[in-house]
Structures are given as C-alpha cells and as structure tokens.
C-alpha cells in the first residue's frame, strides 16, 4: 500500500500562487508515476498534471499547461506550484499514485489517493 498526504491549499485571490505538495509513503517503490486531479462542486474530478517516479516526464492538461509545474523530491513528495490562478481553479486537489508506466491521466487507472486539500481562488 502506498499512503498520500497533501498540503497547501488555502484561499488566494486571483492572480495569485499556491503550492501544493503531497508527501507518499509506505510501499512507493512499487509506484511509477503521480499525478494531480481536482474536483469543484458540481463537476467530475478531472486531471491536472502527472510526473514519473523519477522525476523526468512531466504531463500538464491543457487548463493549466504554462502555469503549473509538477515537480518532486529524492524523498517521494510531489510538488504543484500554481501561478496565476484563476476562480475556476478552485477546486479539491487530489494527489494520486499510478503503477502502470506511462503517461496516464485517466482517473481510474490510478490506484493509490489522497484525501485532498482545498483550494479557494477569490476574484
């Protein structure tokens, strides 16, 4: 089993930064890639960015492509630096675990989930 926390959401007003991180444990050797999703109210989570294990693929959808970057650590936390945010980025942030290799960003091909942090965009 693999366990994911995240941190970092909080409110900002538009135009502002948030960076989140997700810190996985437990058996993470087994995982290949993390990714993020998010999920506002009323809508299906949907991706947001994934990166391999080690740190050298990156893949972005295209809302947030330009501003974000997905990046980690030697210690298995995932980071996502937000800029620019916009009110429709206001949503619950999910950090999630894949074993399968190569770029996946469908929700239910991910195997391991965090509880998710919010993240509130003021206009």
């Known amino acids: 089993q693999v366990q994911l926390v995240e941190s970092g959401g909080g409110l900002v007003q538009a135009g502002g930064s948030l960076r989140l991180s997700c810190a996985a444990s437990?058996?993470?050797?087994?995982?290949?890639?993390m990714g993020w999703f998010r999920q506002a109210p009323g809508k299906e989570r949907e991706f947001v960015a994934r990166?391999?294990?080690?740190?050298?693929?990156a893949f972005y959808a295209n809302s947030v492509k330009g501003r974000s970057t997905i990046s980690k650590d030697n210690a298995d936390t995932v980071f996502l630096q937000m800029n620019s945010l916009k009110p429709e980025d206001a949503a619950v942030y999910y950090c999630a675990a894949v074993k399968r290799a190569g770029v996946v960003t469908r929700e239910r091909d991910y195997d391991y989930w965090g509880q998710g942090t919010q993240v509130t965009v003021s206009s």
């Open positions: 990166i391999s294990r080690n740190g050298g693929s």
């Open positions: 437990g058996r993470t050797f087994t995982v290949y890639g």
